[in-house]
C-alpha cells in the first residue's frame, strides 16, 4: 500500500468543508478510496486503478443536527416547547392556540429523512376527514404531497403545524380546509 500523507488528507477535506465544495474538480483537491479502502490524494489517471471520490462535506451526527434544532426550538418554536428523550420517542412537545382561539399539542420529530408532526391534543381522530383535514388516522398530520408528509427543517415543520391546526381549526366548524388547492372541489 501506498504511502499517503495522511495531514495532506485532512487538509484538504478541511479546506473544501470551509469553502462549502463537497465534489472538488481540481485533482491537485480530491481525496480518493481504492478497492482495498486505501486513501489517496488525488485521481491515479493514466493507471489501471479503480477509485472512487471521496465526498469532503461536513461529517455530521444526530448530535449537530440536534444542536442545530435545539437553536431553532429556543429562538422560533413557542416558549412552551419542551425536547422529549426517551428511549423509542424523541423530539419536540409544544402547544399553540390558533386565531380561532383553539388549542393544540403538536410533536415534531425527525425520521430520518424529515420532520414529521403528530397531533396529540385534542383528539380528533374521527372528527376530521383523512383528506379535507390533512390527518391520519395515527395522528400524523399531511404537511407535504410528497410521500412520507415531512418537511426538511424543524423550522419548517413546526410552521407549516401552525397553519394546518388553524386550517383544521376551520374544518372543525364545517369549512373546507383553506390552504390548500387539493381542497377546493370538496
Known sequence: MPETDLNEVRDRIKRAQRRGTPYPQAAKEKVTVDRQGGIRLGETAGTSEVVSNVHHGTF????TRLRQDKQIAATKLPVNTV?????DVQGWLYSIRTELDDDYTLFAYFDGTDYKVKLVAPDL????????????SNGLICLDERKGSGQPTLEEAYSKSALWALGASYVQRGYKFPFSINNEDD
Open 60 to 63: 455530521a451526527a444526530t448530535y
Open 125 to 136: 381522530e374521527g372528527t376530521l376527514p383523512a383528506h379535507g383535514g390533512h390527518l391520519f
Open 83 to 87: 425536547y422529549v428523550d426517551e428511549p
